[in-house]
Nanobody, 124 residues
Framework: HVQLVESGGGLVQAGGSLILSCIAS????????MTWFRQAPGKEREFVAA???????IYANSVLNRFHISRDIVKNTVYLQMNILKPEETGVYYC??????????????????WGQGTQVTVSS
């Protein structure tokens, strides 16, 4: 049973940057597609970025060229580098481990394990 713990959230001004971390325990992240989702107040959880088990990258159009996902298998950790943040990107950011096919990445219903989330607030 993989446990995921996010950190690195906080308050940042619009245009600023943050790096989120997601440390896994109870199992290795290597076989999983590791993904980040976010949920703004009053909205549904949405896909942000994924690093597939085969090393591919998938990004939501809204974050393309601003966010970068990576994983360190030695540290069993996944990162999300977020640049040029916007106020509308305020929300809780969740790390997830997915076990389904690549085509299902980004569907919250196919996530195997979730972290508890970390709050990101972008001020205007």
């Amino acid at each position: 049973h993989v446990q995921l713990v996010e950190s690195g959230g906080g308050l940042v001004q619009a245009g600023g940057s943050l790096i989120l971390s997601c440390i896994a325990s109870g199992g290795y992240i290597e076989p999983y597609h590791m993904t980040w989702f976010r949920q703004a107040p009053g909205k549904e959880r949405e896909f942000v970025a994924a690093h597939t088990s085969l090393g591919g990258y998938i990004y939501a159009n809204s974050v393309l060229n601003r966010f970068h996902i990576s994983r360190d298998i030695v540290k069993n950790t996944v990162y999300l580098q977020m640049n040029i943040l916007k106020p509308e990107e305020t929300g809780v950011y969740y790390c997830a481990a997915e076990v389904g096919p690549v085509r299902s990445i980004g569907d919250p219903g196919t996530v195997g394990y979730w972290g508890q989330g970390t709050q990101v607030t972008v001020s205007s």
